[in-house]
């Protein structure tokens, strides 16, 4: 073999070793573990809030979304011992009030909530404090939204980056979904280098981790996440037994993502009938923060949402199923 052939050669061996760190593709992840009887019912019942909810932490509180309330959106909790604090934030047209509820992004320093109003199409700033000791008080307007191209689900990092996906409306009912940096003081957003070449149609949810400067999105309708940095650029695609880049929203994948310290944490529904009453996750699925499968863990419950409490190191559920909000332990878990 000449010279010019070793090094054709070299050059072959070493594209496939980077595509093969780069595109990893998973066929088996058979480490399951049951952990139902580690789960633990959070009582709620000094306060009504229906069916449709997300969660957040904030300081030391848990914050859970109530999308169907006609009155009270947002319901505090103490998240270290469940104990129920507050209900606030009245839906309605008023100068103090949420008209069509979206997206609420946390800033942990300043104490504020940053809740879309898309019926407004702003942004309001909420200082938990201030809400909780002043009845009368009103939110000042944080950003306002421009309605061709806005952010949906955005991670605050500082008044100059957030990082989430934004949403560019196509028809009356129709839109695109990319990730993008945006600068929530200007208003600025600049689209992410990455998006998966043979994904059509992209739905996705976002985890950040800021510690890492890393960001992974997880597919509704496809097995896939991706993992990227900060500038947008590649690191993982992760691919599950069932991957394939078919454009369909009959099956449902991952619903929720999110950063535990080095870990990913994603609910999955294993491609399930999307229109049937069978598509709650009922699973999480662990991975290292590059993207290597570690184990699952089957909750036997229909996972509505879930979020991370960083300062007990726990998951904390809201469900649909015979109880409502539950959590459990992650220290034996990971």
Same mark, same amino acid.
């Given at each position: 073999?000449?010279?010019?052939?070793?090094?054709?050669?070299?050059?072959?061996?070493?594209?496939?070793?980077?595509?093969?760190?780069?595109?990893?593709?998973?066929?088996?992840?058979?480490?399951?573990?049951?952990?139902?009887?580690?789960?633990?019912?959070?009582?709620?019942?000094?306060?009504?809030?229906?069916?449709?909810?997300?969660?957040?932490?904030?300081?030391?509180?848990?914050?859970?979304?109530?999308?169907?309330?006609?009155?009270?959106?947002?319901?505090?909790f103490d998240k270290s011992n469940f104990k129920y604090i507050a209900s606030c934030i009245h839906k309605g047209e008023g100068p103090n009030e949420i008209t069509n509820m979206g997206? @609420?992004? !946390?800033?942990?320093? =300043?104490?504020? $909530?940053?809740?879309?109003?898309? *019926?407004? /199409?702003?942004?309001?700033?909420y200082n938990i404090d201030s809400i909780l000791i002043n009845q009368s008080y009103q939110p000042h307007i944080k950003a306002n939204i421009n309605i061709e191209l806005f952010p949906?689900?955005?991670?605050?990092?500082?008044?100059?980056?957030?990082?989430?996906?934004?949403?560019?409306?196509?028809?009356?009912?129709?839109?695109?979904?990319?990730?993008?940096?945006?600068?929530?003081?200007?208003?600025?957003?600049?689209?992410?280098?990455?998006?998966?070449?043979?994904?059509?149609?992209?739905?996705?949810?976002?985890?950040?981790?800021?510690?890492?400067?890393?960001?992974?999105?997880?597919?509704?309708?496809?097995?896939? @996440?991706? !993992?990227?940095?900060? =500038?947008?650029? $590649?690191?993982?695609?992760?691919? *599950?037994? /069932?991957?394939?880049?078919?454009?369909?929203?009959?099956?449902?994948?991952y619903s929720n993502i999110v950063f535990c310290k080095d870990n990913i944490i994603a609910s999955s529904s294993f491609g399930r009938d999307n229109f049937s009453k069978e598509f709650?996750?009922?699973?999480?699925?662990?991975?290292?923060?590059?993207?290597?499968?570690?184990?699952?863990?089957?909750?036997?419950?229909?996972?509505?949402?879930?979020?991370?409490?960083?300062?007990?190191?726990?998951?904390?559920?809201?469900?649909?199923?015979?109880?409502?909000?539950?959590?459990?332990?992650?220290?034996?878990?990971?």
């Amino acid at each position: 073999m000449n010279k010019l052939s070793y090094f054709i050669f070299f050059i072959f061996l070493l594209s496939c070793t980077n595509n093969n760190t780069t595109e990893k593709f998973q066929q088996k992840r058979d480490n399951i573990i049951n952990i139902k009887n580690k789960i633990k019912e959070i009582n709620v019942e000094s306060v009504l809030i229906g069916g449709r909810t997300r969660l957040s932490t904030i300081n030391n509180y848990l914050i859970i979304r109530d999308y169907k309330s006609f009155d009270n959106l947002i319901h505090i909790f103490d998240k270290s011992n469940f104990k129920y604090i507050a209900s606030c934030i009245h839906k309605g047209e008023g100068p103090n009030e949420i008209t069509n509820m979206g997206h @609420i992004a !946390i800033n942990e320093d =300043n104490h504020n $909530l940053y809740i879309t109003d898309h *019926g407004k /199409q702003k942004i309001f700033s909420y200082n938990i404090d201030s809400i909780l000791i002043n009845q009368s008080y009103q939110p000042h307007i944080k950003a306002n939204i421009n309605i061709e191209l806005f952010p949906n689900e955005y991670h605050y990092i500082n008044d100059t980056l957030s990082i989430g996906s934004v949403i560019k409306p196509t028809g009356h009912s129709g839109y695109d979904q990319y990730v993008a940096k945006w600068n929530i003081t200007t208003g600025k957003i600049d689209l992410m280098n990455y998006s998966h070449p043979e994904i059509e149609k992209k739905r996705i949810c976002i985890a950040i981790s800021s510690e890492n400067k890393i960001y992974a999105e997880s597919y509704y309708h496809h097995d896939l @996440i991706t !993992i990227c940095d900060f =500038n947008g650029d $590649l690191l993982y695609n992760i691919y *599950g037994p /069932q991957w394939n880049s078919k454009k369909t929203n009959k099956v449902l994948y991952y619903s929720n993502i999110v950063f535990c310290k080095d870990n990913i944490i994603a609910s999955s529904s294993f491609g399930r009938d999307n229109f049937s009453k069978e598509f709650y996750p009922t699973s999480l699925i662990i991975f290292n923060k590059n993207g290597d499968y570690i184990k699952t863990l089957e909750t036997g419950y229909k996972i509505e949402d879930f979020c991370y409490d960083k300062d007990n190191n726990r998951v904390i559920m809201c469900l649909n199923d015979d109880i409502q909000f539950a959590y459990f332990e992650l220290n034996d878990l990971i």
